[in-house]
């Protein structure tokens, strides 16, 4: 596009990330909604989206949010689901501006009273959770951004039935600079796509740009994102750093503290994380994330005593186990804890009769969510259940989708799955077991995860 020319006008994008699960069982792929449907329809418009990335750290951090809400002349809105932030952001966006505001939902969706008269669009989701004709629907959509660009008309339930609703003529200098801050965010979130395939330094060098210097003046996305990426490459100590720096609201995040707590274990600061950990169940309660990242500091501290031969190892792997098992009780779909804990039981002197209970439910979980993604969590589960159940023909199976779905940025995954096959390893060889089929799924994740550490280092 000429420099000079008039850039298109921003559409927000109000919706959820990733997939999830309404109360009816229901599974929907949001992000493939986004880029299937909304993304496609919006361009087709004529339109520049913008989506909320701020929902990817837990909650919306509020002042980026109310911008995009009140100073984006178009929006869009998927309410399916119910989503309490997507709600609560379609509720000011309708009392702020009166019209360009397009509903959509999937087929099925069950609208409160409150908005079940407005005009949405609808689409149809397969068993995956994407949708089954994304075509048609987007084309529907850039249909009425397209109306509302040529004939704009009030389309907020407040500014319809009541007339003497204030309209706020918004400063054209705010949006002037809302829109290059826009632009800014998106040069650094592709600079850093770009970054995290070189690697540490490459982040690094990102990270250290003047423009970074002072977080309180950057986009929310772009500190997430630059926090996230440094993650991806195993800069721990750097993300540690980085969240010192942050605004308060970003540092309030869940997400944020999750993953910082993270990188405090990782630097072996593991008391400091322990602290962060308990705070945020404190604050939020029990979930799969959370309860997994605390459960990951009790078992390096077991590991640790169990190799200087110390005899609280017995406590603080019982504390694992609790901890990991708390989490996959708090979400039954998120596979993760529940085989850290079931892996955990096997560590113990004496058979716990847990494990028989919750590994048939554990592997339910991993292979529905297997199903409906092609993450690489779920692959290492599925591996590491086959190797519990000793199934050896299985884990070689399950060990060919491991090694072809490891992001090249994240050999850290693979350390991870060898470590706890490992554990397992051990134990079987301790106890006169055939072990040895174990070992060789060890060294066929080495073997990859050298291979992606070499390829990140400068040449």
């Known amino acids: 596009m000429d420099a000079k020319a008039t850039p298109p006008p921003l559409c927000f994008v109000l919706m959820p990330f990733g997939r999830k699960?309404?109360?009816?069982?229901?599974?929907?792929?949001f992000d493939a909604v986004y880029q299937q449907i909304i993304a496609p329809a919006v361009q087709e418009a004529g339109l520049d989206p913008i989506r909320a990335d701020e929902e990817k750290v837990g909650g919306t951090i509020h002042k980026p949010m109310f911008e995009r809400l009140m100073l984006c002349d178009y929006a869009v809105a998927d309410i399916t689901g119910a989503n309490p932030n997507v709600y609560y952001e379609l509720g000011i966006r309708h009392a702020m501006r009166p019209r360009s505001t397009v509903i959509l939902f999937a087929e099925g969706t069950t609208l409160p009273f409150d908005i079940a008269l407005l005009r949405g669009v609808p689409y149809r989701t397969g068993e995956n959770g994407a949708p089954t004709d994304p075509k048609s629907c987007a084309a529907k959509v850039a249909q009425q951004l397209g109306a509302a660009r040529q004939n704009p008309h009030d389309d907020s339930p407040l500014f319809q039935l009541l007339e003497y609703m204030p309209r706020f003529e918004v400063d054209h200098s705010k949006t002037d600079v809302f829109?290059?801050?826009?632009?800014?965010?998106?040069?650094?979130?592709?600079?850093?796509?770009?970054?995290?395939?070189?690697?540490?330094?490459?982040?690094?060098?990102?990270m250290a740009e003047p423009a970074l210097a002072n977080l309180h003046e950057v986009e929310a996305g772009v500190v997430v994102?630059?926090?996230?990426?440094?993650?991806?490459?195993?800069?721990?100590a750097a993300m540690i750093e980085l969240f010192s720096r942050m605004p308060p609201p970003l540092q309030?995040?869940?997400?944020?503290?999750?993953?910082?707590?993270?990188?405090?274990?990782?630097?072996?600061?593991?008391?400091?994380?322990?602290?962060?950990?308990?705070?945020?169940?404190?604050?939020?309660?029990?979930?799969?994330?959370?309860?997994?990242?605390?459960?990951?500091?009790?078992?390096?501290?077991?590991?640790?005593?169990k190799r200087a031969g110390r005899i609280e190892a017995r406590a603080l792997l019982r504390n694992a186990i609790d901890t990991y098992l708390a989490g996959f009780q708090a979400d039954w779909r998120d596979a993760y804890p529940g085989i850290n804990a079931v892996t955990l039981m096997?560590?113990?002197?004496?058979?716990?009769?847990r494990q028989a209970?919750?590994?048939?439910?554990?592997?339910?979980?991993?292979?529905?969510?297997?199903?409906?993604?092609?993450?690489?969590w779920d692959h290492a589960t599925l591996l590491?259940?086959?190797?519990?159940?000793?199934?050896?023909?299985?884990?070689?199976?399950?060990?060919?989708?491991?090694?072809?779905?490891?992001?090249?940025?994240?050999?850290?995954q693979l350390e991870t799955t060898e470590r706890q096959l490992r554990l397992i390893r051990e134990l079987r060889e301790k106890r006169?077991?055939?072990?040895?089929?174990?070992?060789?799924?060890e060294d066929a994740l080495g073997e990859k995860r050298a291979e992606l550490e070499a390829a990140q280092k400068p040449a």
Do not use: C, H
């Open 357 to 376: 209970e919750i590994l048939p439910v554990v592997r339910y979980a991993a292979l529905q969510k297997a199903r409906r993604s092609v993450d690489y």
């Open 179 to 206: 829109r290059d801050r826009f632009d800014y965010s998106k040069k650094y979130k592709s600079k850093l796509a770009v970054a995290r395939e070189g690697g540490e330094q490459a982040v690094k060098e990102v």
């Open 225 to 236: 994102d630059l926090f996230l990426s440094l993650r991806d490459v195993k800069a721990n």
């Open 384 to 412: 590491e259940l086959a190797v519990i159940g000793r199934d050896a023909a299985d884990a070689e199976e399950k060990l060919a989708d491991v090694l072809a779905s490891v992001p090249p940025t994240a050999p850290w």
């Open 252 to 305: 309030r995040a869940r997400i944020m503290r999750e993953q910082y707590a993270f990188a405090l274990n990782r630097e072996g600061r593991s008391q400091e994380a322990e602290t962060v950990l308990k705070e945020v169940l404190q604050e939020f309660g029990p979930s799969s994330e959370t309860n997994g990242l605390l459960g990951r500091v009790y078992k390096d501290r077991w590991e640790i005593a």
């Open 346 to 353: 096997e560590m113990q002197d004496k058979p716990d009769p």
């Open 21 to 29: 699960t309404d109360a009816t069982g229901r599974t929907t792929d």
């Open 432 to 441: 006169s077991e055939d072990a040895a089929w174990i070992k060789g799924l």
